[in-house]
Each structure stands twice: as C-alpha cells, then as structure tokens.
C-alpha cells in the first residue's frame, strides 16, 4: 500500500519559514520523481517544486528564491523549505510521486498572516 504523508504545515507570520515533510513508503522511492503541489481556496491544484529521481529541480516562479525542494533516499522522505512566506502562499500543500503511476498525499495546511 503506497502511502505519502505529509508534515509540517501550520501557521506562521509573512516573512517567516517553515518545511514541510514527506514521508512515503509502498513505493521505490530512489527511483520516484517527487513534488510539492499547493491549492488555495477557490483556485485550481499548481505545482510548486518538482525533484527528479537524478535531483533535478523545479520550480513555480512564484516560489524561486524563496523555496528549496530535497531529498533524502535513505530515510524515503522529500522536504520542501519555505522562506520568506507571503500571505499568498497560503494554501493546502500536497506531496506528489510519480513513477508508472501517480500518487498523493492527504495535504497539510500551509496559513500565512499578512
């Protein structure tokens, strides 16, 4: 059973930081492209960061500069650090897998106050 679950969203002030976990398992997670994906209220699903299984990055402009997507193949885990917050990135933030098939997590709560 393939499972990706998220951790580290909460609430924080415009200009702080936080970083966000993913844990996955059921999957062979070396080989795995990972991503972060966000949605707002009332707004479609947007990618925010992709990592390939080699390490290649991606990343949404809006967040460039300011976010930075890893992984760690060892402990199964994808993190997404986030600085320098706006009241914009508020949003519910999705981890994503992808090899053959696509999977998600349930999403955490990311909530910026302006």
């Known amino acids: 059973q393939v499972q990706l679950v998220e951790s580290g969203g909460g609430l924080v002030q415009a200009g702080g930081s936080l970083r966000l976990s993913c844990a996955a398992s059921?999957?062979?997670?070396?080989?795995?492209?990972m991503g972060w994906y966000r949605q707002a209220p009332g707004k479609q699903r947007e990618s925010v960061a992709t990592?390939?299984?080699?390490?290649?990055?991606n990343y949404a402009d809006s967040v460039k500069g300011r976010f930075t997507i890893s992984r760690v193949n060892a402990k199964n885990t994808v993190y997404l650090q986030m600085n320098s917050l706006k009241a914009e990135d508020t949003a519910v933030y999705y981890c994503?897998?992808?090899?053959?098939?696509?999977?998600w997590g349930q999403g955490t709560q990311v909530t910026v106050s302006s």
């Open positions: 059921g999957i062979i997670f070396s080989i795995a492209d």
């Open positions: 994503n897998s992808r090899y053959t098939r696509e999977y």
């Open positions: 990592i390939s299984s080699g390490g290649t990055t």
